[in-house]
């Protein structure tokens, strides 16, 4: 059973910073794209950042310049370091890996369960 949790989250002042950091559970064979999505209240999912095996990135326009996101192979982890921090940020942070579990097995998402940020005075 693979599974990914994500941790790192909390309450944070307008300009702080927070590190996401989002492990998995469970052995797998290979992993291509990690990424983070974000879900605000009343609104819809959405990217935030991704980086794939080739370590190129992608981010969201809004975040762009503010956040990074970064991956730890040898500890199957990945990253999200976010600097500059708005209430607009505020969400539940989600991480999304596309992985095979096995050598035999099919590409497939995986989602964690998420990690709410909070940005507040």
């Known amino acids: 059973q693979v599974q990914l949790v994500e941790s790192g989250g909390g309450l944070v002042q307008p300009g702080g910073s927070l590190r996401l950091s989002c492990a998995v559970s469970g052995s797998i064979f290979r992993i291509y794209v990690m990424s983070w999505y974000r879900q605000a209240p009343g609104k819809e999912r959405e990217l935030v950042a991704g980086?794939?095996?080739?370590?190129?990135?992608n981010y969201a326009g809004s975040v762009k310049g503010r956040f990074t996101i970064s991956r730890d192979n040898a500890n199957n982890t990945t990253f999200l370091q976010m600097n500059s921090l708005r209430p607009e940020d505020s969400a539940v942070y989600y991480c999304r890996w596309v992985l095979q579990r096995t050598r035999w097995d099919m590409r497939n998402d995986y989602w964690g369960r998420g990690t709410q940020v909070t940005v507040s005075s």
């Open positions: 980086i794939d095996s080739s370590n190129d990135t």
